[in-house]
């Protein structure tokens, strides 16, 4: 079973703090991904991963940066913590498949609030 | 630009009967599709998907339909339940180097009344 874990579940910062968010995955997936869910907008890429040391801009790269240096963990940082950085985020995972199977898989995600 | 787009934010249906949610996309590269359900403080869950060669698939109660020449694919859920009330998101893939990358719709909101 996947299984697709982040740190917290809830976290309030404050303006200009240095944010980090930690997504852990158990199923030797070769891609990571993080998202921020907003309503009305739905999931936006904000980086992703397909290898250790690998990473590759989304969507919504501005104001965030990802470390990933062992396969299972992936790191979002929020540099200087914005309100309008007040959201849902979502860490996913998936294989590296050889076809167009492209299922990921979801953790629960962080809603962080940014004061 | 939205590529996948939702453009029903929510939509009400009484238990038993069908549930048809939409989606279209503009992106012709896109050959994978994918729907996903999201309960309220959770992960999205994988439902259901559709590869470009096919048509339709289905798995119990809910079925995709994929229209190419329309670049629009829907979902049927019957008969619907409480317990179907989520978001649902559809997601698309374009496959080849794309290292599984997805694009996502804005979601819909299903309810289901008893």
């Known amino acids: 079973d996947v299984k697709v874990t982040q740190s917290s579940r809830y976290l309030v910062k404050r303006t200009g703090e240095k944010v980090f968010l930690e997504c852990v995955q158990d199923m030797d997936h070769e891609n990571m991904f993080w998202y921020r869910q907003d309503p009305g907008l739905g999931l936006r890429l904000i980086y992703f991963s397909y290898d250790v040391k690998m990473k590759e801009k989304g969507d919504i790269p501005e104001g965030y940066s990802v470390s990933r240096e062992k396969k299972e963990r992936f790191s979002l940082i929020l540099e200087s913590a914005s309100t309008n950085q007040t959201s849902m985020y979502l860490c996913?995972?998936?294989?590296?498949?050889?076809?167009?199977?492209?299922?990921?898989?979801f953790g629960p995600g962080t809603r962080l609030t940014v004061l | 630009d939205q590529q996948v787009k939702q453009n029903s934010p929510s939509l009400s249906v009484q238990e038993g009967r069908i549930s048809i949610l939409n989606c279209d996309y503009t992106n012709s590269m896109f050959d994978y599709f994918l729907w996903y359900k999201k309960y309220p403080a959770e992960g999205p869950t994988f439902l259901i998907s559709i590869s470009s060669i096919k048509d339709k698939n289905e798995d119990g109660r809910f079925t995709v339909f994929l229209n190419k020449s329309a670049k629009h694919l829907s979902l049927h859920i019957v008969p619907s339940q409480p317990g179907d009330s989520a978001v649902y998101f559809c997601?698309?893939?374009?496959?080849?180097?794309?290292?599984?990358?997805?694009?996502f719709g804005q979601g819909t909101i299903l309810t289901v009344h008893p």
């Open positions: 996913a995972s998936s294989p590296r498949l050889a076809g167009m199977d492209n299922e990921q898989f």
């Open positions: 997601a698309a893939s374009a496959g080849g180097t794309s290292y599984g990358k997805l694009t």
